[in-house]
């Protein structure tokens, strides 16, 4: 594997960034799937059990609104509905959260592991164990994303004021926010430093290279988009078809069990598909983080140099 390893920490330009994070990609993907569902067991679990009160809501609102009758009791059946939709996007919302803190630390876990064993061939507890050891950074860092979020809102809604331009700079202040919170986490970890001092050196890593962060956000995040929906093709196929089966057939799809399985099912596939896509965008932001750094610092390349003039 060593003569498989892709060297991160090197000084790459635009299109290298995205040339290797496809080499990286490609390399690493079923080793990080399997840290990926190792980590993500129960929240998958719970993340089937939101889909079902998600899809058992809509579908006992739609056949209320079809059916409705003037039954005295109707509208308690319909208040039922609506606190399973909301007990649903509660947990969704929850479990979300928590798995958006998880796999953004195991995946900057697992490219900081890579680059210090110079293959993948590492355990998965290493990953996890890297990661637990920085909960508390990881936390603080959280807290702070919140009022982050708030300006970011409050900006792009003055922005969304402002016709067309507006919305162009709306894109540019959203894909420089992702690589500057997406640098400063990877840099908190890989160096084990302070949250604010982390933020406080992405900001500086990005602004010094504001075309080329928001670029490769922009461009990966496009690819892995339409990547993510060609992995949703099969599943999105056949509830396109079984819903089809259902209007045809006028199927008592409120009281049908197979209804609900199908798309519950369908639904957890792809929320656990856009949790998995947190993941990618991440590796984005780790590999930008150490051109970027290397750019700034170059502190491999004086390594390398060292180390020659101790061979010779």
């Known amino acids: 594997m060593k003569d498989n390893y892709i060297p991160l920490r090197v000084n790459r330009d635009f299109g290298e960034i995205i040339s290797v994070y496809f080499d990286f990609f490609k390399q690493n993907i079923k080793n990080f799937t399997n840290v990926f569902i190792s980590y993500n067991g129960l ?31 109707s509208m308690g059946f319909e208040d039922n509905y609506y606190i399973y939709l909301v007990i649903g996007s509660g947990l969704f919302f929850i479990i979300f959260i928590l798995v958006a803190i998880l796999n953004y630390s195991l995946s900057t876990s697992y490219m900081i592991k890579y680059e210090e064993k110079k293959n993948n061939t590492f355990n998965k507890k290493e990953v996890w164990a890297f990661a637990k050891s920085q909960l508390g950074n990881i936390v603080l860092f959280i807290l702070l994303l919140i009022p982050i979020y708030l300006a970011f809102m409050i900006v792009a809604i003055m922005m ?99 209804t609900t399985v199908v798309y519950t099912i369908g639904t957890c596939c792809i929320l656990i598909t856009a949790v998995y896509g947190q993941c990618l965008s991440q590796f984005v932001n780790g590999i930008l983080y150490y051109a970027l750094h290397e750019k700034t610092y170059n502190e491999h390349t004086r390594a390398t140099i060292e180390q020659i003039g101790l061979n010779d």
């Open 160 to 258: 969304a004021i402002i016709p067309i331009l507006g919305m162009f700079a709306q894109y540019i202040v959203q894909f420089f926010v992702a690589a500057w919170i997406g640098v400063s986490f990877f840099d908190m970890l890989n160096k084990q430093k302070g949250a604010i001092d982390a933020f406080g050196e992405g900001w500086r890593l990005v602004t010094k290279n504001f075309w080329k962060s928001v670029g490769v956000n922009f461009i990966l995040g496009l690819l892995l988009g339409l990547l993510l929906m060609l992995t949703l093709m099969i599943p999105g196929i056949i509830l396109g078809i079984y819903t089809f089966h259902v209007v045809e057939n006028d199927v008592d799809f409120a009281n049908s069990i197979v």
């Open 43 to 73: 929240f998958m679990i719970g993340l089937l059990i939101a889909s079902y009160l998600l899809v058992s809501g809509v579908i006992g609102l739609i056949a209320f609104e079809t059916n409705n009758n003037s039954f005295s009791d």
